[in-house]
């Protein structure tokens, strides 16, 4: 039985949250020091630069820690596992790739970028309009797959007991 919108989403929660205290800490305990030495720059919220060498740090990194932890785990993450999913189908790294690397993250990059230029606009209103995409498809389809999914040839299955009441 595929997974419904709520399981699938606290999944990602769970993942995300690992994720971004993984990226978080490398931030802290590498990135600072390294990044300081390199390039000779005062750490200041008012520097543009320092802004968006965190933002790319913290994206492209977020991007790399999620591939090689879906990757690792062949798609049985925390966050799934805790919830009882398990991802099927065709599942190796270019496919991980895809799905993970290209259709999750750098479409919503694509989205954010192109779209609209100023940051907090795409945060604000294309973030949301792209996971109720997302949530819909998972709630209101026959098949409860994303685009991702589609595209991927994968899909998220519940391994739980299902109760008829």
Not at 21 to 30: G, N
Request: glycine content about 6%; aromatic content about 24%.
């Amino acid at each position: 039985m595929t997974a419904g919108p709520f399981k699938r989403l606290a999944s990602f929660a769970i993942d995300f949250t690992l994720i971004i205290a993984v990226v978080f800490t490398s931030w802290r305990v590498f990135g600072l020091g390294i990044l300081e030495r390199i390039f000779d720059f005062d750490r200041s919220i008012e520097d543009p630069f320092y802004i968006y060498l965190l933002f790319a740090y913290h994206f492209f990194g977020h991007a790399l820690v999620n591939y090689l932890y879906q990757g690792f785990s062949q798609g049985r993450t925390l966050g799934r596992k805790f919830l009882y999913l398990r991802m099927s189908g065709q599942i190796n790294w270019w496919s991980l790739f895809m799905r993970e690397v290209i259709w999750k993250n750098y479409a919503w990059l694509f989205a954010i970028t192109f779209i609209d230029y100023n940051f907090l606009y795409g945060l604000f209103f294309i973030y949301p309009v792209l996971g109720f995409i997302d949530f819909s498809l998972m709630a209101f389809s026959r098949s409860r797959k994303t685009i991702r999914d589609h595209v991927t040839h994968t899909r998220i299955i519940l391994d739980d007991v299902v109760y008829p009441f």
